[in-house]
């Protein structure tokens, strides 16, 4: 007899493939990823989701961050430490945004500082919800609002973009790309993960496959793409695992935290995408698309898998998220614990 904790992962799991299949096929852009967070928000909201879904999570990061790897190649990782000093600003002026949002947010939703500082600025939601933990800030509140803005990220992208319009570029294969260097990427990056995800490296999941593919690539070896199935599984296990945080009962109960959590984020998106984007393609060589996607405040794995869904340099935009998470992750906590360390 099957458990109800397998029986709703296993329903959950078929309705966001077939959402996203159906989406796909009514040409909606992200399909597949839109779909997936349909069929993970209904299920969750009907039955309770299973821890097991954390698992979905991280092997669709563990493919998406391979996926990342397989464009890499010698003059990529040159070109991008030409930009490093464009990501680095960038994601001193995100923070900038965010913080400036904090003091707006505190009034609208009746939070205090700290909580305020946790939810709004663009960093990770469990490295956020953790340290509100550690500080005394309201947890469920950090957490229904990085989860809302990442929602709205992926919604919004296509729609800015007007995706649907988009062409794909065809896949270019490297010469002497082989399916074994492909396999150790994911093979190496999947044990690497798993210790460091004991040792509390961030992101492990994604960053380690990319980690291994960077180290392969310097050392000559060539990845085949990945196959389109374990994309298109990469994508449904992301959007999946985003939606199964959509909790409405969660979103109803703080109607103010809602409210505030789209005012801020759609904010954020669009200083973002309309301000930031703009400024950098005068002083940097990269397609509008990328830059978006590589500026847009969501996270490291739902913006690398809209990259590959879209077409976009996904080398780039995985630069400009792992940059941004990283200085937002590590310098951000103690500026938060001293400076907003307040009541409301």
């Avoid at 799991?13 to 990823?33: D, E, K, N, V």
């Amino acid at each position: 007899m099957i458990s109800r904790p397998v029986l709703a992962l296993c329903v959950g799991l078929g309705l966001a493939t077939g959402f996203g299949w159906a989406f796909t096929l009514l040409q909606i852009p992200l399909g597949w990823i839109l779909g997936a967070m349909v069929g993970g928000a209904a299920v969750t909201n009907v039955m309770e989701m299973p821890a097991q879904a954390t698992n979905v999570r991280r092997i669709g990061q563990l493919l998406i961050g391979a996926a990342a790897a397989t464009v890499l190649t010698p003059d990529i990782l040159d070109a991008m430490l030409v930009l490093l000093p464009a990501m680095i600003g960038a994601a001193i002026f995100a923070n900038l945004v965010g913080a400036a949002l904090v003091w707006p947010f505190a009034r609208l939703t009746g939070v205090d500082r700290t909580t305020a500082a946790l939810s709004v600025l663009p960093a990770g939601m469990a490295e956020m919800a953790s340290l509100a933990q550690d500080l005394g800030a309201r947890t469920e509140v950090v957490v229904v609002v990085h989860t809302l803005r990442v929602v709205l990220v992926v919604i919004s992208i296509p729609v800015i973009l007007h995706l649907a319009d988009t062409v794909q570029p065809p896949v270019q294969i490297a010469d002497g790309a082989s399916y074994a260097a492909l396999l150790a990427c994911l093979g190496a990056g999947a044990v690497i993960a798993f210790v460091s995800s004991r040792l509390g490296v961030l992101n492990p999941w994604i960053l380690m496959p990319m980690v291994v593919g960077v180290v392969l690539v310097a050392f000559g070896f060539s990845l085949m793409p990945l196959p389109q199935p374990l994309l298109i599984a990469a994508q449904v296990g992301i959007g999946f695992s985003l939606g199964t945080r959509l909790d409405v009962a969660d979103l109803v109960h703080v109607p103010k935290i809602t409210v505030g959590a789209l005012a801020s984020g759609l904010a954020l998106i669009a200083i973002m995408t309309y301000v930031a984007t703009p400024f950098l393609l005068t002083w940097i060589d990269a397609d509008r698309l990328s830059l978006v996607l590589g500026l847009a405040p969501g996270g490291l794995g739902e913006m690398i898998a809209t990259s590959k869904a879209v077409g976009g340099a996904t080398a780039l935009v995985a630069g400009f998220q792992f940059v941004r998470s990283f200085i937002t992750n590590m310098l951000v906590p103690p500026i938060v614990s001293r400076v907003f360390k307040s009541g409301s």
